[in-house]
């Protein structure tokens, strides 16, 4: 942990030094509230998020990627003010790394490429992650993984491997977390002529062995208007237990009109998140559904530039959950950097 530490330091000195004045530093964020409430998990308050995600990249060598929130574990959301517990009321949001790891990438031939990751990881699942519901099976945007992760681009598809430690999630501080070497995970992903995508994933978590599908198809209705569809699915072996998904997501505005597209966008989703699939399946950013669930999303900008955003969501079903709320994001971004999600 102390050489994680000391490396961290070494790599953001060295970046920012004047004798690198090539030194890249990209950016995005956001400042955020919503209302939330959910009778389920005993919710009822006013919760601000800020985010921050950046990338330094010293004229390519290799980047240092950080990811803060105002979040715990899986959330970016944290209460201001709590209706159900006026005792607990803070203005002072609780920032921490949630992503802070060393990347460098390597051409090992014309057709193939390889990236290595070490430190406070983010997700490498894709898929479901570009509209307001979050995966339901999917490691969360907005969680982490104390460990390192091998990338290999290839032409039959991205191949990776992730192992480290997802242990002691309620703890923020990446330096005073305790950590043990519990969580490994093999991912395929592949996407076919930009309209079909899947990832396939298997791997081992608290000593069960889990599988993961997931696969994203673009569908054209009404000649040019795009519906997105996902499925989702999470099996412990061991214990024999399933959670799963399906999510429809579509541009409402854009069918109206074509100076509406974006303003009005439209997710529905089924989901059944089994409580007995393990740790691995407590680590998606929807901590609080439980059972079935039917989620109901809209959103959209408000500003031309899509900036200033708005969103109403309400789940239904075994969990409830209505939230209302806005976001503003901020960004200068060349590199891709970790998704956050709503």
């Excluded at 290839?154 to 305790?178: A, C, H, P, Q, W």
């Excluded at 009404?222 to 569809?229: A, G, K, Y």
């Excluded at 089924?270 to 699939?277: A, G």
């Amino acid at each position: 942990m102390k050489k994680f530490i000391v490396l961290s330091i070494a790599a953001s000195a060295f970046l920012i030094s004047p004798v690198h004045a090539q030194t890249k530093f990209d950016y995005n964020g956001s400042i955020g509230t919503r209302y939330n409430n959910s009778s389920t998990a005993k919710i009822n308050a006013i919760q601000p998020s800020m985010v921050f995600g950046f990338t330094l990249s010293p004229a390519g060598k290799f980047d240092l990627v950080g990811l803060v929130l105002s979040g715990p574990y899986g959330k970016r959301y944290s209460t201001a003010i709590d209706f159900n517990h006026p005792e607990k009321n803070t203005l002072n949001p609780h920032l921490a790394f949630h992503n802070l790891y060393l990347q460098k990438s390597f051409q090992l031939n014309p057709q193939t490429s390889a990236t290595g990751q070490f430190g406070v990881l983010g997700t490498d699942q894709k898929i479901g992650t570009k509209t307001f519901v979050s995966p339901t099976t999917a490691i969360g945007t907005n969680s982490w993984i104390d460990g390192a992760r091998v990338r290999l681009n290839t032409r039959l598809g991205v191949m990776s491997l992730t192992g480290g430690s997802i242990y002691d999630i309620t703890e923020t501080n990446f330096v005073k977390r305790d950590r043990k070497l519990n969580y490994f995970e093999v991912q395929i992903s592949k996407t076919v002529i930009d309209k079909v995508a899947f990832e396939l994933s298997g791997g081992a978590m608290d000593y069960e062995t889990f599988f993961r599908a997931a696969s994203e198809e673009k569908v054209k209705l009404f000649s040019e208007h795009i519906v997105t569809l996902v499925q989702e699915c999470l099996w412990n072996m061991d214990k024999n237990a399933t959670s799963y998904s399906a999510t429809a997501s579509t541009d409402l505005g854009e069918i109206f009109n074509q100076n509406l597209k974006g303003r009005l966008n439209l997710d529905l989703r089924y989901s059944y998140n089994n409580p007995t699939t393990g740790m691995r399946g407590k680590t998606s950013n929807d901590l609080y559904l439980k059972g079935h669930v039917g989620t109901v999303a809209l959103y959209g900008k408000v500003n031309k530039t899509g900036s200033l955003n708005w969103f109403t969501a309400y789940d239904f079903g075994t969990s409830t959950r209505y939230q209302l709320g806005m976001n503003w994001k901020v960004q200068k971004k060349k590199k891709a950097t970790t998704p956050v999600q709503q």
